[in-house]
């Protein structure tokens, strides 16, 4: 698959490094570009498979418009909103979560939420001792939603689909989780997994 991925931080590289061992190609969009994959953000979407979103939440608002998504197109939406700033005009009581905020800004694309639970660094080699980290994946389209699914178990996850686009909320609360046991336990060095019989 040919994918755009906007934002070259943590999560984008992380993400970055994952899909092109797995044969992917991947185009990096940024503010700035540099030379390589990388692309300015505006109509950085046009022309590939899937659009994944790895910038602070605060900045969906400016940059989703401008990314050129198209009808039907795949939106894999891996930002947290919860305890972040929201997009200036916008507040957490408007939405019951960041997924159906992106939503709202492009109806006419598939938005599924998925790589939000887990630290960065995870992202490119999720072993724990032999066990898949769980991945909730949501979505309102189901063809682009089992694409995700695909793709995330292709990666080394345990994905599961947890239901529409509703349920965002409940793994952006998951990611807030996942940040409460990093600042007890000190280190970063875990994930979540799902216990199945
Ligand atoms: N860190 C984690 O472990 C983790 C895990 C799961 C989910 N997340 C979520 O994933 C998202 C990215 O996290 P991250 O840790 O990768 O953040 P990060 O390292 O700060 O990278 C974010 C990237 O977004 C771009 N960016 C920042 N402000 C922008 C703006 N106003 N307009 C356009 N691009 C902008 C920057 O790329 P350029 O400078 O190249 O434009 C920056 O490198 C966040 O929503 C975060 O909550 C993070």
């Given at each position: 698959m040919e994918f755009t991925i906007v934002g070259a931080g943590q999560v984008g590289r992380s993400l970055e490094s994952a899909l092109t061992t797995l044969g992917h190609r991947v185009r990096l969009a940024r503010r700035a570009p540099e030379a390589g994959n990388e692309v300015a953000l505006a109509g950085s979407a046009q022309g590939c498979d899937a659009v994944i979103l790895a910038t602070p939440f605060v900045a969906t608002g400016e940059i989703v418009p401008q990314l050129g998504i198209g009808q039907g197109q795949l939106v894999i939406d891996a930002t947290n909103p919860f305890g972040r700033a929201w997009p200036?005009?916008?507040?957490?009581s408007d939405f019951s979560s960041g997924g159906e905020f992106v939503q709202s800004l492009i109806p006419q694309a598939h938005v599924v939420k998925c790589f939000n639970v887990i630290g960065y660094e995870h992202m490119d080699r999720p072993q724990f001792a032999g066990v898949a980290p769980f991945m909730p994946v949501c979505g309102n389209d189901a063809e682009a939603k089992g694409s995700v699914l695909e793709l995330a178990t292709s990666m080394g996850f345990d994905a599961h689909d947890i239901g529409d686009l509703s349920k965002a909320a409940l793994v952006e609360n998951m990611g807030l989780l996942w940040g409460a046991l990093r600042d007890v336990k000190g280190n970063r060095e875990f994930a979540f997994g799902l216990l199945h019989r």
């Open positions: 200036a005009g916008f507040s957490p």
